[in-house]
């Protein structure tokens, strides 16, 4: 808890910088490759978490990772956080600064659950649907297949959800059935 609270003020100071000096896009795009980092390399998130490993090593691995490959700005950022000691920071930074960057350009974020992958007419009418239903100019769709729904999808868009699945329907019959008034229960 504390520590989103922490790497949020961080994210909130490192937007407000990139967009100062007009490197919004490139430190997004270090963030979005930090983050990817972290998701691929279990043993790198360790690594910056391990109160054993000491900060000068953890320093000469993310220079040795990211220096000259990201912009200033986000190794500026690296820098501060492994003199402090808050390298374990580092991900959850990473991961909320996409949704920083999401809310600054007003895009909106939504996730779609089907049988089978989209085509590109399915996928722009979602699209659209969900920029109705969340008042955002842009989208950013997440598509997960899972065969386990028979047919139809589920859409989440923010705290909405709008299940048209087959599985979500035959559940719902089921229990009607199971509540059946004309036969008596002894």
């Known amino acids: 808890m504390a520590d989103s609270r922490v790497a949020s003020r961080y994210v909130k100071s490192l937007l407000g910088l990139a967009v100062e000096q007009g490197a919004l896009e490139p430190v997004h795009q270090d963030m979005q490759l930090f983050a ?14 391990s109160p054993i490993v000491r900060h000068e090593k953890k ?11 990201v912009h200033p700005l986000t ?5 501060i956080l492994t003199k402090k000691n808050r390298e ?4 959850a930074i990473a991961s909320e600064f996409h949704v920083a960057y999401n809310n ?4 909106g974020k939504a996730s779609i659950t089907s049988t089978q992958p989209l085509d590109a ?3 722009s009418e979602i699209e659209q649907l969900v920029k109705k239903l969340s008042n955002k100019k842009e989208v950013e769709l ?3 297949v899972d065969k386990d729904l028979i047919g ?3 859409l989440n868009v923010g705290d909405r959800q709008i299940d048209a699945s087959v599985k979500s329907k035959l559940k719902t019959l089921k229990l009607k059935f199971s509540e059946n008034p004309f036969v008596k229960e002894f």
Request: with cysteine; aromatic share 8%.
């Open 88 to 91: 374990p920071l580092l991900p």
């Open 104 to 107: 600054y350009k007003g895009i």
């Open 142 to 144: 997440e598509e997960k």
């Open 36 to 49: 990817q980092v972290c998701r691929n390399s279990r043993d790198f998130v360790l690594m910056l978490k």
């Open 59 to 69: 320093r000469v691995v993310l220079e040795t990772l990211f220096k000259g490959k």
């Open 75 to 79: 190794m500026g950022i690296i820098e």
């Open 152 to 154: 139809g999808f589920v």
């Open 121 to 123: 007419k399915l996928r």
